[in-house]
Structures are given as C-alpha cells and as structure tokens.
C-alpha cells in the first residue's frame, strides 16, 4: 500500500523544468537586484544548542547563501550573502532570534559589501 501511495505521489507531483533546476536559487537570486555580502559572529550561549542548525533553517526559508559554523573559542561564525533585504533580514535574526535555546549576548557584523555575484550555490554547516 505504501509503494502505491508513493508512486501515486510522484506522478501527481509537479513537474519543474529542467531549465529552471540548472538555475539553482543563487541564479534566480542574482536577479534580484544588489547583492550583499557579510560575515558574522555571534557570542553568547551559542554551541550546544542547535545554533548551527536552526541558522541553516533560517538562511534557506528567508533565500540567502552562505555558510555557518563552530569556533573553537565558543562562538558562531559565518557568512551570508544575498539580496540586500534579505540578507538584512538574516542580520536581524542572527542578532535577536537564533536557537530557541540560545542566549545572543552580541552579534559581530564585519566586511559587509555590495557584490556582483553570489560565491556559494546554497547555505551550508561547515566543520
């Protein structure tokens, strides 16, 4: 019964044209108009507690790229790029939302800059 239901699903699914997929979301972005890029940090009570993860969430439901991850001296750290309201937006986040078990003492934002294109293809936890 299982197999069916699938099966049923999948044709009944929407079909994407090829085009549109070899796009990606950094292609459809980089129509968007200016795009910005930014490096953060964010100190506070901010490992251990799913930052990394609920960061990645946020980055891909807003539409920004980049990337996040660990610092060996506790904090978070990372990059996202984007268009200018959205990566504002991810800003915003970083600074007042993060993990609902986080506590966000201060957030760092530095080498913010206009760019003519987006140097990742998606938002990543990096290692």
């Not at 200018?84 to 939302?97: A, P």
């Amino acid at each position: 019964m299982c197999r069916l239901f699938l099966a049923a699903a999948v044709v009944a699914a929407p079909v994407i044209p090829l085009q549109l997929l070899r796009r990606g979301l950094a292609a459809a972005m980089s129509n968007a108009g200016p795009l910005k890029s930014v490096d953060y940090e964010v100190f506070g009570r901010v490992q251990g507690v799913c930052f990394r993860m609920y960061t990645e969430g946020e980055a891909k439901k807003i539409g920004v790229v980049g990337w996040v991850k660990n610092t060996s001296t506790g904090t978070v750290t990372g990059q996202v790029q984007g268009p200018e309201e959205k990566v504002d937006s991810m800003k915003s986040w970083l600074s007042k939302v993060g993990s609902p078990s986080s506590r966000i003492d201060r957030t760092n934002f530095s080498n913010e800059k206009t760019i003519s294109k987006l140097e990742y293809s998606n938002f990543s936890i990096r290692y």
